[in-house]
């Protein structure tokens, strides 16, 4: 009986914590359907009047949303896809190409683990406008490319690795390159998944960097399009529900998929916790 | 079997190109820029001495970003940790519905950091916003949150340390799971209560963690900028300019470089000698198995 009546305050508990975190998106969705009017009208409403649906539609045709959504999951993919792919290769190198100078290389990239990114973006800006590559995505993605969040996420799960397997394959005769696809990438899924999710979310939420080096208006990241949005909309006071209906755009995409591999996110975290 | 060199080459080189373009060699041009009066649009440069230094430390505007800057951090780390490790342990143990709570929390940490911010500016503003009418509900004075500088970064904090927990919980989960249960157990026997459990048993055991997470935030709350940006753009009257905020400021709105670099590389010096002093804490306090 009295653990039965602790449980229900346990959950009561979280139900209470659970409203807290979510409830600036039920916000976000409820502003959404609101009109003008209903904002500013007293006695004072959280739920909006009706659901019209149809509206909604017809102001994210207005929002011009697509090309900032494009952009961003463009960048998120391909950013990822080939950071993963060189870091791989790096780390495979300081794990399995035991050397000297593997050693020194590994030191200099630790050193810069703990840095700011953000104290170097006067000079790389300079670096990135003398390669050509300023204002284009190219550019942005190239500027990202050393990951070493990713290095360290890798190396740990390759130290974690039985040897015998890259050592078996070496004495086949296979090459590096048929070990990294054949042996590596298979062994290690679970911590490449875990990054490509974690680096993804990271590039498609960026916000300074990309402000900084974007310029043109059609190469704009998802963040940079909203804040340009609100920006606007404040000289004639904020049109919330149109805000929120953008808000709602920028986050949609990675809502979903978080849902669809919050297996990695949640498993991928919390194993890795431990060996740090 | 000894590795070819030009093998090492060819497989850390595509990492190493875009990490000294972007990376180290900035760090040392912005280390050289902070010594001259560079305007971006000139061609050529005076080199200037410590003059930068020299006037960023008489200038109340650093002084008070410094300020700022601690202030967030100590504000934001604080509750992240405290409730993260409140979460985690109530969460650890699996039960029916802790994985949706776990996601739930976890939510905040991984939506962009402008659109959320867009939505907790309306529930801040002081006239319709959410806030003071749940305030009103329980007759509480309504307060100007973003508006006023008295309370603005107090505002920006709530809002952090709502976006943040959930990673520092579900790191604290996977530390948790990785206690032995059966330490517990002998602790249970020898007569001890929960609370002293959690303080000689789970503390020491977890501590590692502890350690890593104040340093990731700490790190990550001395180069705050997103929200900052959205929610007050440094004001009002200067009440939420941070170090990067400042950086920004100088760099791209009043192209003045040499002072820009010159905040940048005291970020870098607090980060390091930060970094090392965690280092030695952690040898003397911190217990890894």
């Not at chain 1, 100078?101 to 800006?125: E, H, Q």
Request: contains cysteine.
């Amino acid at each position: 009986m009295k653990k039965n009546l602790l449980k229900g305050i346990k959950h009561l508990f979280l139900i209470f914590v659970s409203m807290v975190f979510a409830f600036p998106f039920v916000w976000m969705i409820f502003g959404m359907f609101k009109t003008n009017n209903e904002i500013w009208q007293e006695p004072y409403k959280m739920l909006p009047d009706h659901f019209n649906f149809g509206e909604v539609f017809a102001n994210l045709g207005a929002l011009h949303f697509e090309t900032y959504a494009f952009n961003s999951i463009f960048v998120g993919i391909v950013g990822s896809i080939l950071m993963i792919f060189i870091a791989l290769m790096f780390s495979y190198a300081i794990v399995f190409m035991d050397s000297k100078g593997m050693k020194i290389l590994f030191w200099i990239v630790l050193g810069t683990y703990m840095l700011p990114s953000a104290v170097t973006y006067v000079p790389a800006f300079v670096i990135l406008a003398k390669l050509k590559l300023s204002d284009t995505l190219t550019g942005l993605i190239f500027s990202n490319l050393a990951s070493v969040f990713a290095v360290f996420w890798l190396r740990q799960s390759l130290l974690k690795m039985d040897r015998s397997y890259v050592e078996a394959a070496r004495i086949d005769g296979a090459s590096h390159m048929e070990i990294m696809r054949h042996v590596i990438f298979p062994l290690n899924k679970s911590a490449i998944y875990t990054v490509f999710v974690l680096t993804f979310v990271q590039q498609y939420n960026s916000y300074m960097w990309p402000s900084i080096m974007l310029k043109s208006q059609e190469k704009y990241l998802i963040s940079q399009g909203l804040r340009q949005f609100f920006i606007q909309d404040g000289a004639y006071g904020m049109n919330w529900s149109q805000i929120m209906l953008a808000s709602t755009v920028a986050i949609l995409p990675i809502i979903v998929i978080f849902i669809l591999t919050q297996k990695w996110f949640l498993t991928g975290i919390k194993e890795e916790s431990g060996s740090k | 079997m000894k590795p070819k060199p030009i093998i090492q080459i060819s497989y850390t080189i595509l990492f190493m190109i875009p990490l000294l373009l972007f990376w180290i060699i900035p760090l040392m041009m912005a280390f050289g820029i902070s010594f001259t009066d560079w305007d971006y649009i000139s061609p050529s440069s005076n080199f200037v001495g410590m003059d930068n230094y020299r006037y960023i430390f008489e200038d109340a505007d650093f002084m008070r970003a410094l300020w700022n800057t601690l202030i967030f951090a100590i504000g934001s780390i604080l509750p992240t940790m405290m409730i993260g490790l409140g979460l985690a342990l109530i969460l650890y143990k699996n039960f029916k519905g802790c994985r949706l709570y776990q996601l739930v929390v976890f939510s905040p940490w991984i939506t962009p950091t402008v659109a959320v911010s867009l939505v907790w500016s309306w529930i801040f503003e002081p006239e319709r916003g959410l806030l003071n009418h749940f305030l009103g509900m329980l007759s509480i004075a309504p307060l100007e949150w973003l508006k006023s500088s008295d309370t603005a970064m107090f505002a920006v904090i709530i809002f952090t340390v709502w976006k943040s927990v959930g990673w520092t919980m579900l790191f604290y989960l996977g530390a948790l799971e990785k206690v032995p249960e059966s330490t517990y157990e002998a602790a249970t026997l020898d007569g001890c209560n929960a609370f002293s459990k959690f303080l000689h048993i789970t503390l020491p055991l977890i501590s590692p963690t502890t350690f890593f997470l104040g340093i990731i935030n700490l790190i990550a709350s001395i180069q705050v900028y997103d929200q900052i940006q959205i929610m007050t753009q440094g004001g009002p009257g200067g009440s939420t300019t941070t170090l990067l905020y400042l950086y920004y400021q100088k760099a791209f709105q009043n192209f003045n470089m040499g002072e820009a670099n010159a905040v940048a590389m005291i970020m870098l010096v607090i980060i390091v000698f930060l970094s090392l002093i965690s280092t030695w804490l952690s040898k003397t306090h911190v217990h890894y198995d």
